[in-house]
């Protein structure tokens, strides 16, 4: 092995005592690391859609056919804002159900809350880690049985419209190209030693960028480990600078 690759299993090495980066996602993991929120993948009902049962006003979520009783996950690390029997009419049915708003963080910091609805058997404290289990789906009398799934941004932890439907956003976004589109924050003060390796790419693994010019078979750079990249899904580094000549 020579010394080039013998940092690269370093790096990898300390990467797998992150617990952070290695959150697991029960119901698969989308391409920059948040949680699918539940056990089916199923799309019934998308952004802006609309429903006879309310006129004139637009789906401010996906709702994503699943079973009663299938499991419910969190997209990412978060702290528990409201944890209601009913909420705006998602209904807790009598079996400590209903919608469940979780605060959660962007990469870049920003705060964002994510709606789960027409839940039952809610099971939260006042934090949750990316992939809990944190509610199972609830009974719906309206139709398909479902998850509402719905994203706003920015976050406003004093805002009590949590309607599924409205004639406006009510500072919602598609929860879909967002769960997509957008990757989680993770610290890793508590379990990641800083590190500086030198890393190459090996194979064909998907490096985070893919577009990085350098990541060829002759050249090398720099990695530290404060951002958590999903290449393989395993290994998180961030890049540290420009690519060094070789
Ligand atoms: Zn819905």
Same mark, same amino acid.
């Given at each position: 092995?020579?010394?080039?690759?013998?940092?690269?299993?370093?790096?990898?090495?300390?990467?797998?005592?992150?617990?952070?980066?290695l959150?697991?996602?029960? #119901?698969?993991?989308?391409?920059?690391?948040?949680c699918?929120?539940?056990?089916?993948?199923?799309?019934?009902?998308?952004? &802006?859609?609309?429903?006879?049962?309310?006129?004139?006003?637009?789906?401010?979520?996906?709702?994503?056919?699943?079973?009663?009783?299938?499991?419910?996950?969190a997209?990412?690390?978060g702290?528990?804002l &409201?944890?209601?029997?009913?909420?705006?009419?998602?209904?807790?049915f009598?079996?400590? #159900?209903?919608?469940?708003?979780?605060? &959660?963080?962007?990469?870049?910091?920003?705060?964002?809350?994510?709606?789960?609805?027409?839940l039952?058997?809610i099971s939260?404290g006042?934090?949750?880690?990316?992939?809990?289990?944190?509610?199972?789906?609830?009974?719906?009398?309206?139709?398909?049985? &479902?998850?509402?799934?719905?994203?706003?941004l920015?976050?406003?932890?004093n805002?009590?419209?949590?309607?599924?439907? #409205?004639?406006?956003?009510?500072?919602?976004t598609?929860s879909?190209?967002?769960?997509?589109?957008?990757?989680?924050?993770?610290?890793?003060?508590?379990?990641?030693?800083?590190?500086?390796?030198?890393?190459?790419?090996? #194979?064909?693994?998907?490096?985070?960028?893919p577009?990085?010019?350098?990541?060829?078979?002759?050249?090398?750079?720099?990695?530290t480990?404060?951002?958590?990249?999903?290449?393989?899904?395993?290994?998180?580094?961030?890049?540290?600078g420009?690519?060094?000549?070789?």
């Amino acid at each position: 092995m020579s010394r080039q690759e013998m940092s690269f299993f370093i790096i990898v090495l300390a990467m797998l005592l992150s617990s952070n980066c290695l959150a697991e996602c029960p #119901g698969g993991m989308m391409a920059n690391g948040l949680c699918w929120p539940t056990e089916g993948n199923e799309l019934l009902l998308g952004w &802006h859609g609309s429903n006879p049962n309310y006129p004139g006003k637009s789906h401010l979520g996906q709702d994503i056919r699943v079973a009663e009783g299938k499991r419910v996950f969190a997209i990412a690390d978060g702290v528990v804002l &409201h944890n209601r029997m009913d909420v705006d009419g998602y209904g807790g049915f009598g079996f400590n #159900g209903g919608g469940l708003i979780i605060k &959660h963080q962007l990469s870049d910091g920003q705060y964002f809350t994510a709606l789960y609805a027409h839940l039952k058997n809610i099971s939260v404290g006042t934090t949750v880690e990316k992939g809990q289990k944190i509610a199972e789906i609830g009974p719906y009398a309206g139709g398909t049985v &479902h998850l509402h799934f719905g994203i706003r941004l920015p976050y406003n932890d004093n805002d009590a419209r949590w309607a599924g439907y #409205g004639s406006s956003d009510n500072g919602f976004t598609n929860s879909l190209t967002f769960i997509q589109n957008n990757a989680p924050y993770v610290d890793f003060s508590d379990d990641f030693q800083m590190i500086e390796a030198t890393v190459r790419k090996v #194979g064909d693994a998907a490096w985070y960028p893919p577009n990085v010019d350098c990541f060829d078979a002759q050249q090398w750079f720099r990695v530290t480990s404060t951002t958590c990249y999903f290449a393989d899904r395993t290994i998180c580094f961030e890049i540290m600078g420009a690519c060094p000549a070789f």
